[in-house]
């Protein structure tokens, strides 16, 4: 009897133990569920650089913020720029836009701001001064309408002639002031032995529209620029166009038929390799052209054009940022200064060479002697020329940017383009 009582009094006390050890599990069990399966919070987060060095970079910043965050799950999507532009545009018509994504300044912002899905960021940036007042003031522009701030810039950038400082010296040719200069200056680089002595890769339309959008802005009156800017307003009738037209068909004459067949990566691949002494590029390219070869870069900006409305020295470029999904949760909106920080901005910059819009976020620690050339261009231009792809309406950019292909092979004249831009503003009218 006394044995059996043992053993009755053993085991109530391993069915009491087991019940507590089984109460303990019970309490850790919803914590453990919220980080492994349960109140997990994913965000979406699409960029457009599925190449090296950002898709790295991003791809690390994601895993610092999830390591931070574990109950954040990041999904990231990216693709290259026009059919990142084409998916953009899909997502917001069926709303199905990301949490957060890149995007460009001005009309491509003020597009998708149009569809009443895009989340206004003024509050989050009044209540949190220690993170906004990082930015550049100005580059909010872009991404501000009606007094409301839908984006956050992250880089700035430019577009200049870069060109090969040896090339030039060796054979005692001036930097071109005016565009007569930078005609003559083409002349003697054939005439040294450069048969292209100015490279482009005209299968990318959008390197098209960053030379129409800047000679036009040096060419046609600011008002009329833009009146036909704005649809809703739009004639192009002004004979500055076509005069436009004129100059970038003179240019691609000294491209050779190598430019009709490669894009821009191709060109700048043959500028860093020193085979051509000028290429129009964004300062954003400084870093791919010197991991690429041992060029001695100058810079200067598109010429002075004699007869010109416009301000002669504005300099091309606009910024780019991020900007977030009206439904977008709070976890998104910790994401975006996350990647917004000046932290990350120094070391982007140092990682990938491009210029960030964060004050003080250029230095000598983060870029060398001849980014921070590029940086002063930028900050002491009288004045910004957007993206022309990004100034006017995408379906007016496309007859342009496809008219201008067709102008370096003599298919079509500036006056048959204009004509149906013209068509084209009408109908949107």
């Known amino acids: 009897m006394k044995k059996i009582l043992s053993l009755l009094t053993f085991l109530g ?3 009491l133990v087991l019940a507590a050890c089984n109460s303990d599990e019970g309490a850790t069990t919803p914590a453990n569920a919220s980080v492994n399966n349960k109140d997990i919070v994913e965000i979406d987060f699409f960029h457009r650089w599925p190449n090296e ?4 970079f991003y791809d690390q910043k994601i895993a610092e913020f999830q390591e931070a965050n574990p109950n954040v799950k990041i999904n990231v999507d990216s693709v290259l720029n026009d059919s990142y532009k084409e998916k953009i545009r899909v997502l917001v ?3 199905g836009l990301p949490d957060i994504f890149s995007s460009w300044s001005h009309s491509f912002a003020e597009n998708l701001v149009s569809s009443d899905r895009i989340m206004s960021l003024n509050d989050i940036i009044k209540e949190d001064a220690d993170w906004s007042s990082n930015f550049m003031e100005t580059q909010f522009d872009g991404f501000t309408f009606d007094d409301t701030t839908y984006g956050v810039p992250f880089t700035v950038d430019g577009k200049a002639f870069f060109y090969n400082k040896s090339i030039f ?4 040719i001036q930097v071109p002031k005016t565009y007569n200069d930078m005609i003559d200056a083409l002349d003697s680089l054939q005439k040294a032995g450069y048969e292209t002595p100015l490279v482009e890769g005209l299968t990318n339309t959008w390197a098209i529209s960053h030379y129409l959008g800047t000679i036009f802005q040096r060419i046609v009156d600011p008002e009329i620029l833009a009146q036909d800017y704005n649809t809703s307003t739009a004639k192009f009738t002004d004979e500055g166009y076509i005069k436009g037209l004129e100059i970038f068909q003179e240019l691609t004459s000294y491209m050779g038929e190598v430019s009709t067949a490669i894009d821009h990566e191709a060109a700048r691949n043959m500028f860093a390799a020193g085979e051509v002494p000028i290429l129009y590029m964004q300062f954003a390219e400084v870093k791919m052209v010197q991991d690429i070869g041992d060029v001695n870069i100058g810079f200067f900006n598109f010429p002075s054009i004699d007869g010109g409305k416009g301000d002669q020295t504005a300099l091309t470029g ?4 991020w900007m977030l999904s009206k439904n977008a949760p709070p976890e998104a909106v910790e ?4 990647l917004t920080s000046p932290e990350t901005a120094m070391e982007f910059t140092k990682v990938d060479g491009q210029l960030n819009a964060i004050k003080g976020g250029i230095t000598e620690e983060n870029a060398n002697p001849t980014s921070l050339e590029a940086y ?3 900050l002491d231009s009288s004045s910004t020329a957007v993206w022309f792809d990004n100034a006017v ?3 007016v950019a496309d007859i342009f940017m496809r008219g201008g292909q067709s102008l370096a092979t003599k298919q079509i004249t500036p006056a048959e383009i204009i004509v149906e831009v013209q068509q084209a503003v009408k109908k949107l009218q």
């Open 93 to 95: 018509s069926n709303d």
């Open 335 to 338: 994401f975006l200064k996350f």
């Open 169 to 172: 010296e060796e054979n005692n």
């Open 13 to 15: 006390l391993l069915l």
């Open 376 to 378: 002063d261009i930028l």
């Open 318 to 321: 606009a910024p780019e940022g």
């Open 393 to 395: 309406d995408i379906n």
């Open 53 to 56: 060095p950002r898709k790295s």
